[in-house]
């Protein structure tokens, strides 16, 4: 992830005309040596194993958080304090409370003109984006059903080893914060609308997984009769929602989608219309519109790479499709741009929190058979 | 429905070798005029405005029931009672008692050789019949999960008109008893496994709809100031489910899924592969194998009319798809087969009545705040 | 395609309202013990080995030739001249002269009424009506591009066992003649434009094939060691096409085309729009309207099952797919209300004929090292 | 092109372990004031409007050759008698002469250890390069059909305005050099096999376009009355194929095909399988596998991301998929192997002199009425 923002800050100014050029500056993380390796790979200028050395810069405008949820408060709490502009990876942080902090804190610092944002990326693809401005325009009329699946698969096979992301009391949730959450934002995002309650169930079906004697990677197999260590998070989850607008959603993320690498789906169909998107076919928007004539309709698929459409004027000509990495290109063109003030920076930290609450709800759901539980906040 | 029906009587011996020929005898309405019309364009021998007639005569074996699901437990249990073989079409009845009445009574004549079978026809697309095959082979392995979702979007105009189907009273339910009900029965028989609990929700987007002078069928519209009719059932069911296996379901049947006129979507999910499928292209099974080479991975899609599919023999070169109706004639063929002993007749009413209890759980849960509530008999 | 055709015309009247009800009166063969079992199982009332038979009955009214291509003429000669409707499989002949003169015989006979038709039954999907119609109204605007490909896969095996459909001495021709014509047939008539020059090559990849001892079917294998004989067909044919309008056209038909059981595909790009349609999903057009905004052009899916699309009416609810057998069954509903004046039979004789004559020019170019060849009576 | 060749350079070092590592030192131009412009939103160090210049700097050792066809041999000549490594952009030449002369230099150089190569950059899309790698293997057998279609659409407006592309003076070729030349690489490379003989027809459907009074783009209009100016390339070509296997290929390239922004196509049919790509999902490739067990063969999808994959492993996880950009990416991080001798250049300025002989021999039999012409050197 680190890898892939500096390739964003690298890109962004040499395809969108920013008002401002980034700097990759200082490369901040926990070991001095690895730090240094990484940060010259990454085409940083220098490194450290203390992040505070970046918020005690003068010339250090940006802060960029790219570390594991349970350390975003501390860090842009003091950045925000210190007057740093920051962009904060998804989740907002690991529970409720932290997120209201955060949210405090940017409203604060947004006082003296200070930007902060949470890198819910997926809102940067092109089609989605597409999408947004479909729904905001009335094109699919009052929205009646959210369907949204985020599904992976690197978890199938029963064998496939431990790693921390399946450690509760590091990556403080499983499935859920770390894809769900997407769905949830991208709901939220594309409706312009609230969950105000859900129904959840979550599920680990893989209770123990074998440990590597070294981390070998995703896809890699453990010896046999390798030490076994508790899963602690969450497989898969799945919720009902009510939106405020009164349309019923359905949600479900799992790692254990077998032949789903990355199958990030959602539909929307409204009284007038309807949408429909998959991430693996990131570049194409399905659009059904009602109002054409009856012997004409049918979803229509749009190849979101049009002068017109959003981010693609400043890409390649319309057909010749863009990769994964520019949702976080876009994400860096976009903060640059609301730091100068020419647009504003969403999602904002109270945004994310909203998504959150929604993480909240489903947990607390969960633990209660599933009982229908009001998201707090959005009644 | 009927004409459906009688269209797979008269095609089934033309291509498939049955062991006893269907003969069209006695069609049987509520309305002698009507009922005579439709009987001859049918091609029926002879009709009647009154059920009892096809009951009490010997030259009748088989009594195929397509009313409304409120008179199906009196008329098979007639025609149960006087040693007919009774095919009847889903749901097997509108509530669990009159379902679990039908059940005992099968059992009672299946003693005498009668049989009987309940219409879940979606259990006769071949591509689906192929699905079977393969999970009952173990190529999907343990099933993590079920996604199941049957779209329609003949109420996505708020404006569509009322008809009977919206009235609880005559229909009985909604949208989940008439196309959730497939889902369910597919995805336990497709399976192989039970629901053995549900946390759901229901909801009716447009609670009352204009009445038409006369009826003008699906897609026509009542003119301006109708008088209004309240709608008494669902226009949509989401739930998720529990499976014996501890697979995890998550089930959405609506009919205001604009730009779906039919999807009748099911994905499983196992740990040695997946099979995915939409009725929308009903000829095709989408199957990924976990075992093949890494780099060779990738869900296949199998045109399911080769000789040795499923059905696909008696058909059309390979390549030449089916359409809707030869789900009946399959039906058809099966159930003489079945009668001659050739084959054991699938569903039988006990697992019809499965069915009729996940629903009813279904229906609990939603009254209940969507808390999670067994399906009585599976716990 | 004897047992297709006698479905057609028993399903017909049962969903379409015929002027006349067609009756099975007469099946022909050349084995008469065959021809009876045949006549039992496709539900005809009577058979003979002699088709003369079936032109001297006075109550016989229509002629449905069905034999291999080498008897269409002298069959249809004899029936036009004994006042008999005439619908005729296509091709229309096995060459040009034939085809005149069954075109000349046709025209005489339409001066006493009656009526004659070439099977090209493609026309008669729904969703490729739909495309005519579209074209017809001006929708893809001029033609530029006409792309068809016809392929299947049954000869890929170059084990795979000869049949007389590989003996040029009684098929006449290859996979051009089979199903090239098809596609031919489909680009004239969607266009409405005529090809008036080719430039060809056709290949016969497997040059000799094994016999069987005994027919055991597509997809059968020969003993090893069996005696091969000399395939005098081609396997696949290509051309390049100029069609009257300015239309460039390219054409390919193979059965060796690994893994497309039936793809029978055609596209069309014209300057206002463009249409896509593939057999494999017959019930499916994608349709593209340049004239869309900019930032909503996308090729439309649309399902051909409306109420308002060519022949759907008569069937299932909107999205109940229909199967191969009814491109037949829609045959026979035009054919019946042509003979009644309802409306006018097409493909004409005369419009098969040109199909014929592209053949034609086809092999000739195919002869001359692909040199471009006019379209006799197309210049 | 420039642009994305200079973001290439830049990002491969990024994801890729290289020997040495690009900087990007001079960017040469024609216009000096515009060439700075570009130089610094590129990130070039420097700029000229005499290319010489980098040819004579001793610190520069590749030459990258963005320019029009017409200049590539002269400069290619200079930089290989310079030592300096060259990699050339596609086509190789306008015309066979200047082609020719490029491999004899190109073959003096390499003696030196001077590496060539020309920018075919469709090779290094992963899913085509794993098509390739299946090939190789063996796994589609025997070839016997090629099907390649490059369809573009900007030119289908008949009022898209006149662009220096349609000159024939300055293009030297229309869309059969800019983009069929691209199907017939990538089928040469995909199939290890030689074209050997072709029968075209060209067409230019708009012989006319209107001036702008300055250059707005793809996409603009003229204003009405604008003077209009010939089009003097071809607007599409289409050509059968020989190979040398005995294969045939059907190849289509236009930019009128309405609806395709940029549909790179390519179907193989061996006797043992087969493969599908089209460039609009460039991360997926269809593989059909006739060897499968009979029930279960159908094209498998495979997302050309894993690991094991080529090129895969340097980029993001699974199911992410890359977008266009890349293509030059991995051909800067082949070229750089090449240069210190990890891997062979390809393809090579001789591969790339093949295609130019194709496509003179695609013009030579189009002027000819599309007699079989031989492609020179192939027989």
New interface residues.
Partial sequence: MG??H??AW??AP??FDLPRTPVLALLAGTDAARTAVAAD???FEESTDDWRRAIERDDIDVIDICTPGDTHAEIALAALAAGKHVLCEKPLANDVADADRMVAAADRAAAAGVVSMCGFSYRRTPALA?ARR?IEQGR?GEV??V?A?YL???L???EAPFTWRLDKSRAGSGTLGDIGAHSIDTAQWLTGDAITAV???T?T?VTSRPMLSEQIG??GRAHEGAERRSVTVDD?A???A?FSS?A?G?F?A?R????????NRI?I??????I?FDF???NEL?????T?P??????????A?????PYAAAW???????????LFTHQSVDFVRAIEGEETARPSFAEAARVQRVLAAVERSAAQ????VPVEGEN
């Fill in positions: 890898r892939m500096a390739h690298r890109t040499r395809f790979a990454w085409g597409l479909l699919v009646r059903h369907r699946q992976q698969d690197w199938s096979d029963p129904s959840a169930v599920r079906f995703l896809g898969a799945a919720f009902t009510s009164g019923l359905v479900e799992t254990l989608a077998t032949g789903h690498r990355n199958s539909e169909n409204g009284d007038r219309g309807s429909s693996r076919a990131m399905d659009f059904y519109d009602a054409d009856a012997d004409e309709q049918g979803f229509r698929r749009i190849q790479n049009e002068v017109g459409h390649w000509p319309p057909g010749h499709g863009l990769g994964y990495e520019h058979q599933s009982v229908y």
